[in-house]
């Protein structure tokens, strides 16, 4: 054979090869691959990874709802939530500025006395 025969034969089977190729799953999904649809309906449910765990594992599948949390993600698609920020507390009381340095007044409550209402201003 000649040169440009072995190489158009190796181009065609590496065609080939690329045209089956499907990438292999993690182990750990492995064990997960068959109920793979059945966590997808319980997923557009709304069902929780950690029912789903739960149901999984009543099934005698040892799985974790970490495990099933990134199979969802990564196997089935499913978008990971959107993570809730936390809002501001709205304080009544005047904050001291974080950069500001503590005075004696700050810290030494007990030294001041007691506090009495000024009868003018209540």
């Known amino acids: 054979m000649n040169h440009a025969a072995v190489t158009q034969v ?11 190729f499907t990438p292999t799953s993690p182990a750990k999904f492995q064990t997960l691959l068959p109920f793979k649809e059945g966590i997808a309906e319980l997923r557009r449910k709304g069902a929780s990874y950690e ?27 499913f978008a990971p939530a959107q ?5 501001q507390r709205v304080s009544t009381v005047a904050q001291r500025p974080r950069n500001r340095p503590l005075k ?9 006395g007691p506090r009495v209402a000024d009868p003018n201003n209540v």
Do not use: M, P, Y
């Open 51 to 77: 029912t789903i765990a739960d149901i999984l594992r009543n099934l005698n599948v040892a799985v974790s709802h970490d495990t099933v949390t990134r199979f969802c993600h990564k196997v089935l698609g």
């Open 83 to 87: 993570r809730r920020r936390r809002k």
């Open 104 to 112: 004696a007044e700050d810290t030494n409550h007990a030294a001041q």
């Open 10 to 20: 190796a181009r065609s089977d590496f065609a080939t090869a690329v045209r089956n």
